[in-house]
């Protein structure tokens, strides 16, 4: 089953609370109306995520992003204190766009091995469709920021691991279930417990190659797309 509602929505994540027009640039400062409480924020997390697709990957600096929106430094500071609460803004997006299609794939995929494919493959869609967002997700854009913006990614990729092991051993119990229903054919237990460290060390392989695919694909240049071939390579490694 392809997870096209999930793709479907990955394509459509935003930074919430923007209400500019759709054809706008992330760049663009609306006209003729004065910003309504948190538009300003919200657009200013869309241009620092517009800037981080610029393909050599070069260090924004507040200077840069307030040039970038027509507006002074003091102006920036008004709604961040920092740099590094910005990229906080940005991974907390991040964050629950990616746990809420977790969630959606969970709720919509029956098997446990379907829905770590699926998982997968959204998050590499994700970084295909939010390429500046890719940059925050590899820590590239974090380098010499303040330390623990990179461990609030790492925490984040340490709960993407433990919803794939989950999953993993969602597919687990459903094939004991099915073991059960046939007499006869019951793993041995040394078996069964090799098994349960298998959905641990599988978990880690997917999250490890979706980590390769993003680091690969800002390397790039963003040209390289994430998700070449991704779906056979999965497939292989949920075997």
């Not at 997870?3 to 706008?24: H, K, M, W």
Request: proline residues 5%; contains cysteine; neutral net charge.
């Amino acid at each position: 089953m392809q997870p096209t509602e999930t793709r479907e929505a990955v394509a459509a994540a935003e930074l919430p609370g923007d209400d500019s027009p759709g054809d706008a640039s992330p760049g663009e400062v609306r006209r003729g109306s004065r910003p309504k409480p948190g538009e300003r924020r919200i657009h200013i997390l869309q241009t620092l995520a517009a800037m981080l697709e610029a393909p050599r990957g070069e260090k924004i600096t507040t200077a840069a992003l307030a040039a970038r929106l027509g507006v002074s430094e003091a102006a920036l500071y008004r709604h961040f204190a920092s740099k590094a609460q910005m990229y906080e803004g940005l991974i907390d997006f991040i964050e629950q766009t990616l746990f809420g299609l977790i969630n959606q794939i969970v709720e919509k995929e029956p098997g446990g091995v379907q829905q770590a494919r699926a998982i997968a493959l959204m998050l590499l869609n994700f970084a295909a469709r939010n390429a500046g967002m890719t940059r925050v997700l590899t820590c590239e854009a974090l380098v010499g920021e303040h330390e623990r913006l990179a461990e609030r990614v790492n925490q984040m990729l340490d709960r993407v691991e433990a919803s794939l092991r989950q999953c993993l051993r969602v597919d687990l119990a459903q094939e004991a279930e099915r073991r059960a229903a046939s007499p006869g054919t019951d793993l041995p237990r040394a078996q069964a417990a090799t098994r349960s460290n298998d959905a641990a060390v599988r978990a880690n392989l997917v999250l490890r190659y979706v980590i390769g695919c993003w680091h690969r694909y800002a390397q790039s240049g963003f040209t390289r797309s994430p998700a070449e071939h991704a779906d056979e390579q999965i497939r292989i490694m949920l075997r």
